[in-house]
C-alpha cells in the first residue's frame, strides 16, 4: 500500500476503494472467538475451496463478533441481505450452489423466531431490533485485518476531518458538549479528562487504552480489539492530538486474549504502512506511536494506577489518588487513560457531531453501552443499546426471556464489582445514575441474568471470593477485610452461620466501601451487600433455618445411611474419593466430618438407601 502523505490523499484512496468493492457479492463469516471455537475457520476454509472448484466470483472475508454468539458460526451474504446461523462445513456446497449461483435462500440456515416467522437478515430479528450499534458499528462489517475494509465504511475519516478542520481546543469542545462518559465503569467526563491532561506542562505525555478486561462472563472490549481494532486506534490518535505534546500511546490487553493481540498487531501495522500512524500523520507534523502491552491476567490491572505501574514493569498495585494520571500518570507525566469502548465512540463524535451523540441516550447519560449478556437467558451475545433502556427490555426483548421459560430472578450488572438487581426493579433505566441509585453500578459492561434455581448467597459468595482472590494486597480493608467477609459467607453455605452474621457482612462492606485504597476494593462488598438489601430471607433461612431455599447448597454431614434399608454392598464406600464411609457391625456409615456431600455414594446405591437429611452447602 502507498503511504498516504496528505487529507487530500486519503480522501482520494477512500474514493478509490468504495469503486473497488461497489455491489461485489461477499460472504463474511464470523471469525470472532465464539464463532471460532464452534469451527468458523473450517467454515471460511470450505467456502474458499468450493467457490474456486464452482467458479463463482464472490469475496470470501471474515469479520469480528457479531453478536449472536450462541448462534455461530455466523455467516453474512451481502447485497443479498442473508443471515446464515449455525454454519457447518457441510452445508457450504449447498450455500455456493442455491444462494450465491442461483440467488435461493436456504431456510433451515436462516433464523426463526418463537412464532416459526423466518427472519433473513440480522437486523430484523428481534436480538438486534432495538439495538443500536455505534461502539460495534464495524463488528461484523468489515475485515479487522484488512485497513482498506475499514477506510471504505469510514475508518479513519474521523482523524483525517480533524487535522484538516479543528484545532485541539475544537476537539476536547466537542467531546465535551457530546457528554460521553468513560465507559470503564467511572463513568468519568472524557472531555474533562482531556482537558485537563492538555492544560499540564511536561513532556512527553501518554495515552493508553485499557484493555485489560477480566470481569468473569465479560468479552466486550476483547470482541472489539478483535472485530474493529481501527476504530480504538483512530480514537487514540485523535486523543494524542487532542492533548498535544505526544510521541506515543500504549494498549494494554490481556494476554489471554490472542486473538485481538493478533489483529491489534495487524491494525497497527498497516496504520504505519498507510501513513496513518507513527511520523508526521497525514502530512500534519502529528507523531504518535503505539504499543502493545500484554498483562498477565491480573484483575487488579483494570485500575488506572496498577495498570500504569504494569506498564512501567513493577508489580501492579494502585496507588493513592490524587495525584491523578492526567497530572502524573506513566512515568510521572501527564497521561489520558480509557476504556476500549470509550475510544471507538471518538471517531463517530467527531464525523457526526456533538448533538447528534448527545440526543441518544439520557439527560446524564449520553450515547451507547455495550453489554455481554449471559447466564439463563435465551439469546447469549454482545448487545448495544442506548442508555436509559430498562433492564425488562434487555433481558426479555433482546435477550428473549430465561431460559425454559421461566421467572428471572435477577441479574448481576458491572461484574463481580457490580449488584445483584432483583425482578422488581427491572424498569429501573439502564444509566450511570440509576444503576447507583439501587446500589449497583455500570461497571464495564457485564450482565449475567440469574433464574429461580439460582441460590443469590452462593451468587454473592461467588462473586466475592474472585475479588477477594485477586485483591494485590496493599491496603488492609480489602486484603483482610474480603478475607473475613469470605470466612463468614463459607460459614453461612455450609450451614453453620450463626446470628449476627448479616449485620457483621454488613458492617464490614461499609467499612471496606470507606476505607480501601482504590476503585476495585471499595466495590468488592457491592454483592453481598445488595444480596442481603434485596434477597435477606435468603440469607436468614441458610442461617436460621440450615437450608438453601432453592436447594443448590450442600454441607458435610448432609447424607445418612438407612441401616433398614442398607444392603451391605459397599458400592457407596467403594466410589467415595474422601473415605467418609466405613463399614462395621451395624453397617454403613457416613462421617459427617469428612463428607463433602458430593452425591456419588447416593448415584450408586441400588437401594436408595442414602438420603439428605440437610439441602445447605458450602
Known amino acids: 500500500m502507498k503511504r498516504l502523505r496528505s487529507v487530500d490523499d486519503f480522501v482520494f484512496f477512500r474514493e478509490e476503494l468504495g469503486r473497488e468493492t461497489k455491489d461485489q457479492t461477499t460472504v463474511r463469516v464470523c471469525s470472532g472467538t465464539g464463532c471460532r471455537a464452534a469451527g468458523a475457520a473450517e467454515v471460511r476454509e470450505a467456502f474458499v475451496e468450493e467457490i474456486e472448484r464452482q467458479g463463482v466470483e464472490v469475496r470470501v472475508t471474515t469479520s469480528g463478533c457479531q453478536g449472536l454468539c450462541q448462534r455461530g458460526p455466523l455467516v453474512t451474504i451481502e447485497p443479498q441481505r442473508l443471515f446464515y446461523q449455525h454454519v457447518r462445513p457441510f452445508d457450504v456446497p449447498a450455500i455456493v450452489d442455491l444462494t450465491l449461483k442461483r440467488e435461493r435462500p436456504i431456510e433451515r440456515l436462516l433464523h426463526r423466531t418463537p412464532d416459526e416467522k423466518i427472519v433473513s437478515w440480522r437486523d430484523d430479528i428481534p436480538f438486534y431490533k432495538k439495538q443500536e450499534r455505534v461502539i460495534l458499528r464495524n463488528c461484523g462489517r468489515i475485515d479487522p485485518t484488512d485497513i482498506r475494509d475499514s477506510i471504505r465504511v469510514g475508518g479513519y475519516s474521523g482523524l483525517a476531518k480533524v487535522l484538516a478542520e479543528k484545532a485541539p481546543e475544537e ?55 478483535e472485530g474493529d481494532p481501527h476504530s480504538v486506534i483512530e480514537g487514540m490518535i485523535v486523543a494524542a492530538y487532542a492533548i498535544g505534546d505526544m510521541t506515543e500511546g500504549f494498549i494494554y490487553v490481556r494476554a489471554e486474549y490472542p486473538l485481538a493481540v493478533k489483529n491489534l498487531s495487524i491494525a497497527i501495522a498497516q496504520a504505519e504502512e498507510l501513513g496513518l500512524l507513527g511520523r508526521n500523520i497525514l502530512g500534519s507534523g502529528l507523531n504518535f506511536h503505539i504499543e502493545i502491552k500484554r498483562g498477565a491476567g491480573a484483575f487488579v490491572c483494570g485500575e488506572s494506577t496498577a495498570l500504569m505501574y504494569s506498564i512501567e ?23 489520558v487513560l480509557n476504556n476500549v469502548k470509550t475510544f471507538a465512540l471518538v471517531p463517530m463524535i467527531v464525523n457526526q457531531g456533538a448533538d447528534w451523540f448527545a440526543g441518544i441516550g439520557t439527560e446524564r447519560s449520553k450515547g451507547t453501552q455495550v453489554f455481554a449478556l449471559t447466564g439463563k437467558v435465551q439469546n447469549t451475545g454482545l448487545v448495544e443499546v442506548p442508555m436509559g433502556i430498562t433492564i425488562r427490555e434487555l433481558v426479555y426483548e433482546i435477550g428473549g426471556g430465561t431460559l425454559g421459560g421461566g421467572r428471572c430472578k435477577a441479574v448481576q450488572i458491572g461484574g463481580p464489582s457490580g449488584g445483584c438487581i432483583p425482578e422488581n426493579l427491572f424498569d429501573t433505566p439502564i444509566d450511570f ?87 476495585l476494593g471499595r466495590s468488592a462488598p457491592n454483592p453481598i451487600l445488595t444480596t442481603i438489601r434485596h434477597f435477606r430471607e435468603e440469607y436468614e433461612a441458610h442461617i436460621h433455618e440450615k437450608r438453601c431455599p432453592v436447594g443448590v447448597c450442600y454441607s458435610p454431614g448432609r447424607y445418612r445411611i438407612l441401616e433398614e434399608e442398607c444392603l451391605h454392598c459397599g458400592l457407596c464406600m467403594d466410589v467415595c474419593e474422601e473415605e467418609a464411609i466405613s463399614s462395621g457391625r451395624r453397617g454403613y456409615t457416613i462421617d459427617p466430618d469428612e463428607c463433602i456431600g458430593c452425591g456419588r455414594c447416593r448415584g450408586v446405591c441400588p437401594a436408595e438407601a442414602i438420603v439428605v437429611e440437610e439441602q445447605v452447602t458450602a
Open 433 to 519: 445514575d440509576s444503576l447507583q441509585e439501587i446500589g449497583a453500578m455500570m461497571g464495564s459492561g457485564g450482565l449475567v441474568v440469574m433464574d429461580e434455581s439460582d441460590c443469590m448467597v452462593a451468587i454473592a459468595r461467588y462473586f466475592l471470593a474472585f475479588t477477594q482472590q485477586e485483591s494485590c494486597g496493599k491496603c488492609p480493608p480489602c486484603r483482610i477485610g474480603t478475607y473475613r467477609m469470605l470466612q463468614i459467607m463459607d460459614r453461612i453455605v455450609e450451614g453453620k452461620g450463626e446470628t449476627g452474621d448479616i449485620e457483621r457482612l454488613q458492617t464490614l462492606g461499609r467499612e471496606i466501601q470507606e476505607t480501601a485504597l482504590c476503585a
Open 313 to 335: 514493569g513493577s508489580r501492579g498495585m494502585p496507588r493513592q489518588t490524587p495525584p491523578r494520571s492526567v497530572e502524573r500518570g506513566l512515568w510521572g507525566k501527564p497521561t
Open 171 to 225: 476537539v476536547i469542545a466537542e467531546i465535551k458538549a457530546a457528554g460521553l462518559r468513560g465507559r470503564g465503569g467511572a463513568g468519568f467526563s472524557t472531555g474533562r479528562k482531556w482537558e485537563l491532561c492538555r492544560s499540564q506542562r511536561g513532556t512527553p505525555k501518554y495515552v493508553i487504552c485499557n484493555g485489560d478486561e477480566g470481569d468473569p462472563g465479560a468479552f466486550m472490549d476483547r470482541s472489539i480489539l
